[in-house]
């Protein structure tokens, strides 16, 4: 058996595919990439000040890399899919999003 194996496959992999015995005897396949989708979506929560509290996005796909928003604004996490508040503070309510990028490392 002979395989080619594609790591953390991107959309620039998508393509033709050929593997060939001989010049008169090969086989060859289609790849289309299909994009990570949002398994669980976040929902909004209500935390009580100087408590913890947890945001959580699950994607199809375990290795897809997610950037993590408040207001606009990129936060610093793990690559880990989800995001723990330590010890909030009273502010006026924010909003916070994911986006699943399709780009990697």
């Known amino acids: ?8 496959v991107r959309e620039e992999d998508e393509g033709v595919y050929k593997v060939e015995l001989d010049e008169d005897d090969e086989s060859s396949c289609v790849v289309t990439v299909l994009p990570a989708t949002f398994v669980k979506e976040l929902e909004d929560i209500e935390v009580k000040e100087k408590t913890n509290g ?3 996005a699950e994607v199809d796909d375990d290795r897809a890399e997610v950037s993590w ?6 936060v610093e996490v ?3 899919l989800f ?9 006026p309510t924010a909003t916070s999003n994911s986006i699943i990028r399709h780009d990697t490392v």
């Open 1 to 8: 058996m002979h395989i080619l194996e594609i790591d953390r």
């Open 54 to 56: 947890a945001f959580v």
């Open 69 to 74: 928003f408040k207001d606009g604004k990129i």
């Open 78 to 80: 793990s690559w880990i």
């Open 83 to 91: 995001i723990l508040l330590w010890k909030c503070l009273l502010t």
